[in-house]
């Protein structure tokens, strides 16, 4: 049996048997890995682009994004369109977009420590998901939708890792809903299993053993 005391991955993902809008985790940008330990700045770069007000200037490091495969053919040209109209700009700078508008599609894995073989959050991990719930429920993110992805590493059979990395993302959704008011039809989660893990080339490593949350915009 294998020893779960390291936080799962998640994404929403699947190749096979997926939950309706699982394409849009697998279009989305590589998630960012953050440490044990990271500040609501942090977390707010990572999810939106930008870090929100009062904070200083943060420049999350993304792993690459995945090869492109080789483009088809570009398609005949299409008759020419007659040129837009031109409107006149209305006076005065357009607002500024919320910051959970900002990039949607952007993810961070964070380190959430779950007891053995189980979806109960251990202590030392509220505090990481208690700066998650202030950066969810802050005005300006008020409006967002989140997805909660469960991981695992590559140890133990497929169905089982599939649906222990399903619960801890549900659990991670109920602390979320329960401890900081996060309306719970903001929050979409799913169960990766070690499907997708951060570090393909060791599948078994702890690292893989992640939840990731994936901004689904407002």
């Given at each position: 049996?294998?020893?779960r005391?390291?936080?799962?991955?998640?994404?929403?993902a699947?190749?096979l048997?997926?939950?309706?809008?699982?394409?849009?985790?697998?279009?989305?940008?590589?998630?960012v890995?953050?440490?044990p330990?990271?500040?609501?700045?942090?977390?707010?770069?990572?999810?939106?682009?930008?870090?929100?007000?009062?904070?200083?200037?943060?420049?999350?490091?993304?792993?690459?994004?995945?090869?492109?495969?080789a483009?088809?053919?570009?398609?005949?040209?299409?008759?020419?369109?007659?040129a837009p109209?031109?409107?006149?700009?209305?006076p005065?700078p357009?607002?500024?977009?919320?910051?959970?508008?900002?990039?949607?599609?952007?993810?961070?894995?964070?380190?959430?420590g779950f007891?053995f073989?189980?979806?109960?959050i251990?202590?030392?991990s509220?505090a990481?998901?208690d700066?998650?719930?202030?950066?969810m429920?802050?005005p300006?993110?008020a409006?967002?939708?989140?997805?909660?992805v469960?991981?695992?590493?590559?140890v133990?059979?497929?169905?089982?890792n599939r649906?222990?990395?399903?619960r801890?993302?549900?659990a991670?959704?109920d602390?979320?809903?329960?401890q900081?008011?996060?309306?719970r039809?903001?929050?979409d989660?799913?169960?990766?299993?070690?499907?997708?893990?951060?570090?393909p080339k060791?599948?078994?490593?702890?690292?893989?053993?992640?939840?990731?949350i994936?901004?689904?915009?407002?």
């Amino acid at each position: 049996m294998q020893m779960r005391m390291f936080p799962i991955i998640g994404v929403l993902a699947l190749a096979l048997a997926l939950p309706a809008g699982a394409a849009l985790a697998q279009s989305a940008a590589p998630a960012v890995p953050l440490g044990p330990n990271p500040s609501e700045c942090e977390i707010q770069a990572a999810l939106f682009g930008a870090a929100g007000p009062g904070c200083p200037s943060i420049v999350m490091k993304r792993p690459p994004p995945p090869p492109v495969t080789a483009a088809s053919p570009p398609a005949p040209a299409a008759a020419p369109t007659p040129a837009p109209v031109a409107v006149p700009t209305l006076p005065g700078p357009p607002p500024d977009p919320p910051v959970a508008a900002l990039k949607a599609g952007l993810r961070a894995a964070f380190r959430i420590g779950f007891d053995f073989n189980s979806a109960r959050i251990r202590p030392e991990s509220r505090a990481v998901l208690d700066r998650i719930g202030a950066v969810m429920t802050a005005p300006e993110a008020a409006t967002a939708r989140f997805r909660i992805v469960g991981h695992t590493d590559a140890v133990g059979g497929d169905a089982a890792n599939r649906a222990l990395s399903q619960r801890r993302a549900e659990a991670v959704a109920d602390y979320l809903a329960d401890q900081h008011g996060v309306r719970r039809d903001r929050l979409d989660t799913a169960g990766m299993g070690a499907r997708e893990p951060l570090l393909p080339k060791k599948p078994k490593a702890a690292e893989n053993r992640r939840v990731e949350i994936v901004n689904l915009g407002g």
